[in-house]
């Protein structure tokens, strides 16, 4: 982007995108939510009898999708909770009980975004495994079990979380191989092992393993319900029935019991509907466009080894980044631009792809493939 009216040109585009039923967005996990689609899902819910208070996020809607999804992960019980940080948080505070060491990845969420609460607000250590990579595998896990039982004070592990899909590895997942192997040996060393998995739902949609073959691993399982199941806000913890019971004081003791949370959970429950088959098919519809649009010349969106929803798009010279980018939001589609995160454009396929057939949405790659490309050259013929 050459100039401050361009950048603030395509940033106007953009926001404009977000709210039209007909545009493309591939960022987040899910289709964005105006505040006018919440208003009409919500009178919809409201005229068909489906909105039933709580008081203080027990009962109502809250109770009958904490059953629901107790059920969809193959838990005995769940619990809603308010943030993913909050159920991995309190998930992990009461796996550890007196021990005071919690393993996890590096990457992680728990690790790297959440400001250390583990250690400031519950008293437990940090071990990250598996630095700047996606997971870590049984064997680096053993080696942190054994450091902590063979120092001059025992300090036992008291919990191993595992993120996966990771979102700061661009949604890659930790291959089944390791899964199996790391909660195996969580399960012979007498260690609760705890699933964030915020987006459960894109990882199973994308390795083709069942949600329930996934979770039966895991002691408890945190699922986010506002990334893609068009909630505002929440979360949703599940396991063992005496794991979960009480639990909702210690969601209060922390803030979170909100009243009204019937709001969330009712959009949630009501988003969640049908989002498997959706999902699918737009994973499916995303696969075959990505392979027609890559031989379009310098244009590749490359999927990453252990990739789920998060695809690289990479461009050669003489296509520029931010006017392909520009050009593309002239047809209604919008790309995230690089980020210092990760340097390269990474596109997030969500439900949105639906809303344009594979034939326009393939010309709207090839018009901006040769409108950033003929921008340049001419430019460069200016200049000679
Ligand atoms: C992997 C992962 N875990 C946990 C969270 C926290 O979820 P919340 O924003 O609901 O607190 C996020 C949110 O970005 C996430 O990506």
């Known amino acids: 982007m050459n100039t401050t009216t361009e950048i603030l040109d395509s940033a106007a585009?953009?926001?404009?995108?977000?709210?039209?039923?007909?545009?493309?967005?591939?960022?987040?996990?899910?289709?964005?939510?105006?505040?006018?689609?919440?208003?009409?899902?919500?009178?919809?819910?409201?005229?068909?009898?489906?909105?039933?208070?709580?008081?203080?996020?027990?009962?109502?809607?809250?109770?009958?999708?904490?059953?629901?999804?107790?059920?969809?992960?193959?838990?005995?019980?769940?619990?809603?909770?308010?943030?993913?940080?909050?159920?991995?948080?309190?998930?992990?505070?009461?796996?550890?009980?007196?021990?005071?060491?919690?393993?996890?990845?590096?990457?992680?969420?728990?690790?790297?975004?959440?400001?250390?609460?583990?250690?400031?607000?519950?008293?437990?250590?940090?071990?990250?495994?598996a630095a700047g990579k996606p997971y870590f595998t049984a064997e680096e896990l053993q080696k942190a079990i054994v450091l902590s039982v063979t120092g001059r004070v025992l300090n036992s592990i008291g919990a191993v979380s595992i993120e996966s899909p990771v979102r700061r590895q661009a949604g890659q997942v930790v291959p089944w191989g390791e899964l199996d192997s790391v909660t195996k040996l969580c399960r012979e060393a007498g260690i609760p092992v705890h699933l964030d998995g915020a987006r459960l739902y894109m990882m199973s949609a994308a390795t083709g393993i069942a949600i329930k073959k996934y979770t039966e691993l895991f002691d408890s399982v945190y699922v986010s319900t506002w990334k893609y199941f068009g909630s505002p806000f929440g979360a949703i913890l599940a396991g063992p029935r005496e794991f979960i019971e009480g639990m909702y004081h210690d969601r209060r003791m922390f803030g979170g019991g909100l009243p009204s949370a019937y709001i969330a959970t009712a959009l949630a429950m009501n988003g969640q509907d049908g989002f498997i088959e959706r999902f699918d098919e737009s994973l499916a519809k995303a696969k075959t466009l990505f392979a027609l649009i890559n031989e379009l010349p310098g244009v590749k969106i490359g999927q990453f080894e252990h990739g789920s929803n998060v695809f690289e798009l990479q461009l050669d010279p003489p296509i520029d980044t931010d006017r392909f980018i520009d050009s593309l939001l002239d047809s209604g589609i919008s790309i995230p631009w690089p980020s210092v995160e990760w340097p390269i454009p990474l596109m997030h396929v969500n439900s949105s792809i639906l809303r344009q057939s594979d034939n326009e949405i393939l010309e709207a790659f090839t018009t901006a493939s040769s409108i950033s490309r003929s921008l340049l050259e001419v430019t460069k013929t200016l200049r000679e």
Do not use: C
């Not at 009962?59 to 838990?75: I, P, R």
């Not at 919690?102 to 990250?128: C, F, K, M, N």
């Open 13 to 129: 585009k953009r926001a404009r995108l977000m709210s039209s039923p007909n545009s493309v967005v591939f960022s987040g996990d899910g289709e964005p939510q105006t505040p006018r689609a919440i208003i009409e899902r919500l009178t919809a819910l409201h005229e068909g009898g489906e909105l039933h208070p709580d008081i203080y996020s027990l009962g109502g809607n809250v109770e009958s999708f904490e059953h629901h999804m107790a059920d969809e992960l193959g838990k005995e019980a769940a619990i809603w909770m308010p943030t993913g940080t909050l159920a991995n948080h309190l998930a992990l505070r009461r796996h550890s009980r007196t021990k005071a060491r919690v393993v996890l990845q590096e990457q992680s969420h728990i690790y790297q975004d959440a400001g250390d609460a583990l250690t400031r607000l519950s008293g437990l250590s940090t071990i990250p495994l």
